[in-house]
C-alpha cells in the first residue's frame, strides 16, 4: 500500500517535473523507463511459463492417479528414450520444493502442492501486472512530453 | 608556459580520479549482482522451510546430493533450511553495508573529478584569456 502511494507519488511528481526537465533530461529518463518496462514484461513472461508448466504437472499428477497399480508403461530416459514399465505406486510422489529438497506426499497432497504454487504465481502475476502498467504510463507520458518538446525547439530553431 | 604543464598534470590526475570512479561503479555492479542471487536464494529457502514446516511429522524428506537422493530426518532439513537462511540474510546485510561505502566512495571521487574538470577549464580559459 505504502509503495503504491509512493509510486502514485512518484508519477505526479514526474509530470510537473518533466515541463521544466530538458529534452536530453527526457530522452535519458524516457530510455530507462523503457528498459523497467522490458525487465518487467519479462519477468510477466517468466510466471506465466511457470504457472503453466504448473498446470501441465497438476494435469500430470490427476493422470496417474487414475491408473491402476502394475498398469504398463514408458518411461523417459532421455528426451527421445522411452523404456517400458509398469506403474508401481501411484499413491505417493516425490515433490521438489527447491534447494534440492524433495518431499514424500500423498498424490492429493501433491495436488494441492500444485495448486498452492499455481495460486501463489497468479497472485505475483497480478501484482507485476499493475506494476507494470503504471511504470508503461510513466514511460509513455514521458514520451509525449519529448516530443511535445522536440516540436517546441524545432518550430523556433 | 607555466600553464602548459600544470594542464597536463590536472589531466592526469583526472584521468586517475576517473579510472577510480569506473573501478568503484563496477565494484557496486558486482555488489548488486550478488546481491540479486542471493535474494532469490533467500526466497527459495524460505519457499523450502514453508513447505517443510506444513509437514506432519512422519513425512519423509529427501535431499539431492549430486546424482544420489538420501533420506534425511525432517527436524534435520528443517534446521538445515534454516541456518541457511540465516547465513544469507547475515551475507545480505553485510552486502548492504559494503554497498553503502561503495556508494559514498563514488559520490566522493564524482566530486573530485568535477573539481579537477572545473580547475581544468578555469586554466584553459585563463590560457586563452592572456
Known amino acids: ?157 | 608556459m607555466a600553464a602548459a604543464p600544470a594542464l597536463r598534470e590536472l589531466q592526469r590526475d583526472i584521468e586517475t580520479q576517473a579510472s577510480a570512479l569506473s573501478k568503484v561503479q563496477k565494484d557496486i555492479a558486482k555488489n548488486h549482482q550478488v546481491r540479486k542471487q542471493y535474494t532469490i536464494q533467500l526466497g527459495e529457502n524460505e519457499l523450502v522451510l514453508k513447505e517443510l514446516d506444513i509437514l506432519s511429522e512422519g513425512a519423509n524428506v529427501y535431499k539431492l546430493i549430486g546424482p544420489v537422493l538420501l533420506k534425511q530426518d525432517l527436524a534435520e532439513a528443517r534446521a538445515n533450511v534454516r541456518k541457511r537462511i540465516e547465513y544469507i540474510s547475515a551475507e545480505l546485510k553485510r552486502l548492504d553495508g559494503t554497498l553503502k561505502d561503495l556508494e559514498g566512495k563514488q559520490n566522493s571521487k564524482q566530486e573530485a573529478v568535477l573539481k579537477v574538470q572545473q580547475r581544468i577549464q578555469a586554466l584553459q580559459t585563463g590560457k586563452s584569456k592572456s
Open chain 1, 1 to 157: 500500500m505504502a509503495s503504491a502511494k509512493g509510486i502514485e507519488a512518484a508519477n505526479t511528481i514526474r509530470v510537473s517535473d518533466m515541463e521544466k526537465m530538458s529534452v536530453d533530461q527526457l530522452r535519458v529518463l524516457k530510455e530507462q523507463s523503457d528498459i523497467e518496462v522490458n525487465l518487467l514484461q519479462d519477468s510477466l513472461n517468466k510466471i506465466r511459463t511457470a504457472a503453466t508448466r504448473l498446470e501441465i504437472a497438476s494435469t500430470a499428477l490427476h493422470d496417474l492417479s487414475l491408473h491402476p497399480q502394475g498398469k504398463k508403461m514408458l518411461v523417459p530416459l532421455t528426451a527421445s528414450l522411452y523404456v517400458p514399465g509398469i506403474l508401481d505406486d501411484a499413491k505417493k510422489v516425490l515433490v521438489d520444493v527447491g534447494t534440492g529438497y524433495f518431499i514424500e506426499k500423498t498424490m492429493a497432497e501433491g495436488k494441492d502442492y500444485c495448486e498452492r504454487k499455481i495460486n501463489l504465481l497468479k497472485s505475483n502475476f497480478e501484482e507485476l501486472v499493475e506494476m507494470t502498467s503504471k511504470k508503461k504510463s510513466v514511460a509513455d507520458d514521458l514520451g509525449l512530453i519529448l516530443h511535445a518538446k522536440l516540436r517546441q525547439s524545432s518550430p523556433s530553431s
